[in-house]
């Protein structure tokens, strides 16, 4: 069996929510939820945290993720690519892998089993460099425009189309699928070859439910503590003590920001 890096990109600048990948959702910190799926899948020799943040760095290793090197600020802005930090991890550690997966924090509600699944996926597909989490475009790009002075043009060229995309129903549009956060599997080999996380042949994975739902915005904290509540989505079984969430709301301006305060009151 080829052996499997599991990699949680964690950096602590986000922008359109601060600290997110350690902000509590019923109970524990948000990344708490990815490493516990992870280590549940028992499919890692090692789960790494990518962070430059020494406090993001002692949550995960209260969750029992491993921590080893922290990432340079460089590979840490907003625009930073994801190869700079994939292949800063994959230099710093002593072994080699012959496969990585890429588990976001912002996908609560991705399970064990979700990553089992495109596990045997990946691994029955032959010829391809990476799988990749999908899920059914519901916002179209055929319906897309882009906006020019004062006028707006189709994102994508319609001209050779009988009726074109925008002017159709939307059950009657080939079907378009948008990648989500929930995952991301690949050789390693191709890091190094092509300089890209994902290589040249890359394969979906279809996500099912809330698999691939994502926080990347304040809403989005809203909608997953509601989804929760509601008995709507359920999360990752937690099997560590929750994080002295205090630790947490030291560094953050809790009592100048309405959302924080709200997010801190849930605990």
């Not at 029992?64 to 600020?73: I, Y």
């Not at 089993?113 to 596990?119: F, L, Q």
């Not at 956060?181 to 996380?197: D, F, G, P, Q």
Request: glycine fraction near 4%; aromatic fraction near 10%.
């Amino acid at each position: 069996m080829p052996t499997l890096l599991g990699l949680i990109p964690a950096r602590a600048g986000s922008k359109r929510v601060p600290a997110k990948n350690i902000l509590p959702l019923s109970g524990h910190p948000l990344i708490a939820y990815t490493i516990s799926s992870a280590k549940a899948s028992g499919l890692f020799d090692k789960i790494v945290i990518s962070t430059d943040s020494e406090l993001i760095r002692k949550v995960g290793i209260h969750y029992g993720a491993e921590v080893p090197f922290l990432r340079p600020a460089k590979f840490a802005t907003s625009t930073s690519p994801d190869i700079q930090w994939i292949k800063h991890a994959l230099s710093e550690l002593d072994e080699d892998y012959d496969a990585f997966a890429i588990l976001r924090p912002t996908s609560p509600f991705r399970t064990a089993d979700t990553i089992k699944r495109a596990w045997r996926e990946f691994l029955r597909k032959r010829r391809i460099d990476s799988i990749r989490a999908v899920e059914l475009c519901h916002e179209h790009p055929g319906k897309m425009w882009i906006v020019r002075g004062e006028t707006m043009r189709p994102l994508l060229d319609q001209s050779h189309l009988k009726v074109a995309w925008h002017a159709r129903q939307y059950q009657a549009l080939p079907k378009v699928y948008v990648q989500n956060s929930c995952l991301e599997i690949a050789w390693t080999k191709v890091v190094w070859k092509y300089n890209t996380r994902e290589g040249k042949v890359v394969a979906p994975f279809f996500t099912r439910g809330t698999e691939g739902f994502s926080i990347d915005y304040k809403h989005d904290f809203y909608l997953a503590d509601l989804l929760v509540k509601t008995g709507e989505a359920s999360l990752p079984k937690v099997r560590r003590k929750p994080f002295d969430i205090k630790l947490i709301m030291k560094s953050l301006p809790v009592d100048r920001d309405p959302f924080l305060r709200w997010i801190f009151s849930q605990v």
